[in-house]
């Protein structure tokens, strides 16, 4: 799984103004929960490519020669292996990935799933004063809920995301070692 990061461009708010700065501070940090679909989609297409390859090898190799029974098998193998190909080399990147939202202003997480027609939708929404604690590992961050069972586990792509992470929950969740 991987983790993509997302964070909102920091306003520019005017010099002497504490309330625009501690705002542009404190942007939010969106985690979304995918898996490698690079890395499927290209063996899927490999696998494609491979049957519609195997669909025009079939009556490439000469195999039973004149008998008409074993030339319907060979051409309904071929078929489905074209289908099948084709489908396979058509595969894409699904959408709606929920996404973790952490909010340091609302002081809240939230997971967000888009809807069939493109909309996110909110599906949890926790403060951080509900949590239990929250352990940062090197390549996940598990939240913990006020009885110690796991409430979610995100994966972290790199260490900038969990120093973020760390900088926005520390003082407002328990941080576990």
Known sequence: MSVTEQ????????????TFGSFAEASPLSL?????????????????????????????????????????????????????????????EPAGHPEACFDP???????????????????????YDTLGGVRLAANSVQLFEDDGSLLIELPLDSAAVRSQLRDQLSGAVHIMT
């Open 7 to 18: 964070i909102p461009p920091q306003g520019s708010g005017m010099p002497g103004s504490r």
């Open 105 to 127: 202003v609302r002081r809240e997480l939230r997971l967000l799933k888009c809807d069939s027609s493109g909309r996110p939708r909110t599906v949890l929404r926790r403060s």
């Open 32 to 92: 979304r929960f995918e898996a490698n679909w690079k890395v499927r989609i290209a063996a899927l297409r490999f696998l494609g490519g491979a049957m519609i390859l195997g669909a025009a090898g079939l009556w490439i190799v000469q195999g039973s020669g004149t008998d008409p029974e074993m030339d319907l098998v060979r051409f309904g193998v071929s078929i489905a292996f074209l289908l099948l190909g084709l489908v396979l080399m058509t595969a894409h």
